[in-house]
């Protein structure tokens, strides 16, 4: 990694299957170790069961409010300012239960690549 900054295009934000909206903050190659996104999950909506294979996630709750699941049986509600940790390879979803958007950072160690993702999803089996 070299010294530098990078900023928020708040115009790069786009929709995934995964039923959330992602803006890559930073995730490059120049940067293997980390890759930090802004999530954002509307009203009532819950993302798709999903794991990520060798990389580990965490989510930084910044704005409203959800439920978060990891692996088998661990629910939890979330809100601002808490941390939710997924291994690599567990399963994992996240619920919106309040009214306004739930906006997350989700840091990714290593680096979030497309090929890493498995949907798990019973709705696409």
Known sequence: ?????LHD???????TPELCAINELSNTAADE??????ARVAPGVTTRWHVLRGIAERYVILEGEGVAEVGEG???RVGPGS???????????????GAADLVFLA???PRF???AYEDMDERSL
């Not at 990694?1 to 900054?5: L, S, V």
């Not at 170790?33 to 802004?38: G, N, T």
């Not at 390879?89 to 619920?95: A, L, S």
């Open 1 to 5: 990694m070299k010294p530098g900054f």
């Open 113 to 115: 690549r497309p090929e």
């Open 83 to 97: 941390v939710v940790l997924i291994p690599p390879g567990v399963r994992q979803r996240i619920r919106n239960t």
């Open 74 to 76: 661990l629910c939890e």
């Open 33 to 38: 170790d980390l890759s930090i996104a802004r």
């Open 9 to 15: 295009e708040p115009a790069r934000e786009y929709d």
């Open 107 to 109: 840091l990714c160690t």
